[in-house]
């Protein structure tokens, strides 16, 4: 199985938006409504932000919001802030195991 | 507040048995509402997802590490654990164990040397 693919990385300066998008297949994203999205900061576990799609974990600001087209996902960070800088991951079920996307650098400028 | 730490040798030779156990504190692993996941992340790279199981024994394995992954779960001691065989130095990695990728340890270096 492959990964997922996303942007190397994205950037942007404190308050703008950003979109990181999460490519897959319709064996995986695009099949199921099973996508969550991590943050991991430098030398960290990561941190489940999003579930389900569009779910966010418990304590996650509604600045963090994500959404589905078919094959692929997307997550957007509204009002970006310093600590929003991190490595991002997505991650999908695909039938009977789980995969990660290739991972996305943030960016604060 | 669920708490998970993995364990288990830092180093191990090649061809050999990579063995890790995650011991859970906070919680029961024996809720049905959960599963119990490994995910690994080489140095500089990304995450690589390994598989999980339920308290029912169900498993699930990622396609390219199912020939040599055995998770299992020891509910007397609310530990679950990994096994990975035949080890290369590709599988050096940071591996965490996770509750339904939700809460997760702080990962443990395993590094493939001989």
């Known amino acids: 199985q492959s990964a997922l693919t996303q942007p190397r990385s994205v950037s942007g300066s404190p308050g703008q938006s950003v979109t990181i998008s999460c490519t897959g297949t319709s064996s995986d994203v695009g099949g199921y409504d099973y996508v969550s999205w991590f943050q991991q900061h430098p030398g960290k576990a990561p941190k489940v932000m999003i579930y389900d799609v569009t779910k966010r974990a418990s304590g996650v600001p509604d600045r963090f919001s994500a959404s589905k087209s078919g094959n692929t996902a997307s997550l957007t960070i509204s009002g970006l802030q310093a600590d929003d800088e991190a490595d991002y991951y997505c991650?999908?079920?695909?039938?009977?195991?789980?995969?990660f996307g290739t991972g996305t650098t943030v960016t604060v400028l | 507040q669920v708490q998970l730490q993995e364990s288990g040798p830092g180093l191990v030779k090649p061809s050999q048995t990579l063995s890790l156990t995650c011991t859970v504190s906070?919680?029961?692993?024996?809720?049905?509402?959960?599963?119990w996941s490994w995910i690994r992340q080489p140095a500089g790279k990304g995450l690589e997802w390994i598989g999980r199981?339920?308290?029912?024994?169900?498993?699930n394995y990622s396609p390219s590490l199912e020939s040599r992954v055995t998770i299992s779960v020891d509910t007397s001691k609310n530990q679950f654990s990994l096994k990975l065989s035949s080890v290369t130095a590709t599988d050096t990695a940071v591996y965490y164990c996770t509750r339904s990728d939700n809460a997760w340890g702080q990962g443990t270096l395993v590094t493939v040397s001989a």
């Open positions: 906070g919680g029961s692993i024996s809720s049905a509402y959960y599963y």
């Open positions: 199981i339920y308290i029912s024994g169900n498993t």
């Open positions: 991650c999908s079920y695909a039938g009977s195991y789980k995969v």
